[in-house]
């Protein structure tokens, strides 16, 4: 999605955090998410943050947003091997989900 | 688990002949999507159902149709495809439309074109 933009590769040795950072254009956009996707299969939903919140935490997960910057971050605590996928952060405008071209990231031991 | 299924997960076909993939959902949501995901691209809507209304995204090629016989069941049609039609297409459901009911996938499938 060219109006959502997102590092491509973060590499990240297993135990730390990983930061995933993402841009975003619409200022309209109420609700932005985050997907999650494993090599070969679907895109699964790990979180969502709307746009009057400034963090949200589920597990070791932490989403947050910056809207005067139009910044969104996920943070992932003690970054696993089954960690390793890409992550695509989207921005939601009515029925419509534009996303960025996701960011792979690598664990390593 | 209630879910979102597709078949196959791999589809092999010709150029020029016409292939159907298919979708379904236990979650009786109301909107059907689907998306098309070339290599280490994001994935692009290519249209929706709301219930029976079809909506097409205004990029989406001719080539491309949808059926959607019942609340479960979704169709992507691909009339003649061609080499640039290979991909993952990704299905969607959501509760409605609006922007605070997530959109959960299913696995996609990869087509292939010989």
């Known amino acids: 999605g060219e109006d959502v933009e997102q590092s491509l590769f973060l590499s990240v040795r297993e135990g730390d955090s990983s930061v995933i950072n993402c841009t975003y254009t619409?200022?309209?956009?109420?609700?932005l998410y985050w997907y999650k996707q494993e090599p070969g299969a679907g895109l699964q939903l790990l979180t969502y943050i709307f746009s009057n919140m400034d963090m949200k935490q589920d597990q070791r997960l932490t989403v947050l947003l910056n809207k005067k910057d139009k910044h969104l971050s996920l943070r992932i605590a003690d970054t696993q091997t089954g960690d390793s996928a890409i992550y695509f952060c989207a921005e939601r405008d009515d029925y419509k989900l534009s996303f960025g071209a996701g960011t792979t990231v690598t664990v390593r031991a | 688990d209630a879910m979102v299924i597709q078949n196959p997960r791999y589809q092999v076909t010709q150029f020029g002949k016409p292939v159907t993939l298919s979708c379904s959902q236990t979650l009786n949501h109301n909107v059907m999507y689907w998306y098309q995901q070339k290599s280490s691209q994001a994935p692009k809507l290519l249209f929706h159902?709301?219930?029976?209304?079809?909506?097409n995204e205004a990029d989406t090629p001719d080539n491309f149709q949808s059926r959607r016989p019942n609340t479960s069941f979704c169709f992507l049609d691909i009339r003649s495809p061609g080499l640039g039609d290979a991909a993952m297409y990704l299905c969607?459901?959501?509760?409605?439309?609006?922007?605070?009911?997530?959109?959960?996938f299913g696995d996609g499938t990869r087509l292939s074109i010989l």
């Open positions: 619409d200022s309209s956009s109420t609700y």
């Open positions: 159902y709301y219930d029976k209304d079809f909506n």
């Open positions: 969607a459901t959501s509760r409605e439309a609006a922007e605070n009911q997530p959109q959960h």
